[in-house]
T-cell receptor, first 113, second 116 residues
């Protein structure tokens, strides 16, 4: 079945540091890939998405590129801010799964001033 | 647009009591999802509806859990009887129609359930 593997957290960085959160996936078809963010006490919000190989999703300074050859969708940001502190979830939607999302376990990011 | 609305935001109940969680999806969305989030198990899909019809309830833990969607603007998740291990944050999410798997799911703020 489909699965998403994220790097273990928590991740703690200083403000303006470079961020990478690794995500790899297993899917039977050609999935769409997503990064969701969850701020404390809130629900998940879509951060960015990519629907086919080599697509790059970007939003709020975050980027991720759909790499079919390595089955990866790593999240990056060049300079993190304290306000980026949250839990980040990688997810996929497989065409055979009728719009269901398969989530990774989430990575807690804390950015210190 | 008010987004996905869930109520209550917090629920504390005693073991054995019935609990009902409520969700109002975004107007015009025809897919609705119920998730449970715990530290141990992460985010789990419990059930999802398409056009008010349950499509996949394989994630529902056991017969104590039931979900309904009587119309396009309302859904409930009921636990009866509740147990301490049901303590979690329960999210409702909705998505617009079509067959495009890139459709975004919009999440509500969640209901934090504590069963003592």
């Amino acid at each position: 079945g489909d699965s998403v593997t994220q790097m273990e957290g928590p991740v703690t960085l200083s403000e303006e540091a470079f961020l990478t959160i690794n995500c790899t996936y297993t899917a039977t078809g050609y999935p769409s890939l997503f990064w969701y963010v969850q701020y404390p006490g809130e629900g998940l919000q879509l951060l960015l998405k990519a629907t086919k190989a080599d697509d790059k999703g970007s939003n709020k300074g975050f980027e991720a590129t759909y790499r079919k050859e390595t089955t990866s969708f790593h999240l990056e940001k060049g300079s993190v801010q304290v306000s980026d502190s949250a839990v980040y979830f990688c997810a996929l939607s497989d065409p055979g799964s009728a719009r269901q999302l398969t989530f990774g376990s989430g990575t807690q990011l804390t950015v210190l001033p | 647009d008010a987004g996905v609305i869930q109520s209550p935001r917090h629920e504390v109940t005693e073991m054995g009591q019935e609990v009902t969680l409520r969700c109002k999806p975004i107007s015009g969305h025809n897919s609705l999802f119920w998730y449970r989030q715990t530290m141990m198990r992460g985010l789990e899909l419990l059930i999802y509806f398409n056009n008010n019809v349950p499509i996949d309830d394989s994630g529902m833990p056991e017969d104590r859990f039931s979900a309904k969607m009587p119309n396009a603007s309302f859904s409930t998740l009921k636990i009866q009887p509740s147990e301490p291990r049901d303590s979690a944050v329960y999210f409702c999410a909705s998505s617009s129609g079509g067959t495009d798997v890139s459709y975004e799911q919009y999440f509500g703020p969640g209901t934090r359930l504590t069963v003592t």
